[in-house]
Nanobody
Framework: DGEVVESGGGSVQSGGSLKLSCAIS????????IGWFRQAPGNKREGVAT???????SYAESVKGRFTISQDKARNTLYLQMNALRSGDSAKYHC???????????????????WGPGTEVTVSS
């Protein structure tokens, strides 16, 4: 599975925007699921968004219409554009990736086996 390294976190005021990036080592398979999940202190891990090898994206209800996941296959990079940020979005965001031998579902709450160290996002009201 691909190694991942996140970047782009930071502090922003409520209503602001941030764009997270994730460098992913190349996959041997064209069937994969990559995405973002977040975890705030004391909270459970929460799937945010995923995208598969066909470009099909899936989002948590809490971020639909505000966050956009995208991938640049040429650069092996995953992005998460986050707009209209709220204090409830504050968390450590992790990029995760998993490859498959055949097409498999890639829902927003996919339980990845591998993920990066994370990047912190803090939204102040």
């Amino acid at each position: 599975d691909g190694e991942v390294v996140e970047s782009g976190g930071g502090s922003v005021q409520s209503g602001g925007s941030l764009k997270l990036s994730c460098a992913i080592s190349s996959f041997a398979s064209r069937h994969y699921c990559i995405g973002w999940f977040r975890q705030a202190p004391g909270n459970k891990r929460e799937g945010v968004a995923t995208i598969d090898g066909n470009g099909e994206a899936s989002y948590a209800e809490s971020v639909k219409g505000r966050f956009t996941i995208s991938q640049d296959k040429a650069r092996n990079t995953l992005y998460l554009q986050m707009n209209a940020l709220r204090s409830g979005d504050s968390a450590k965001y992790h990029c995760a990736a998993e490859q498959f031998l055949a097409p498999l579902p890639c829902p927003h709450d996919y339980r990845f086996s591998y993920w990066g160290p994370g990047t912190e996002v803090t939204v102040s009201s």
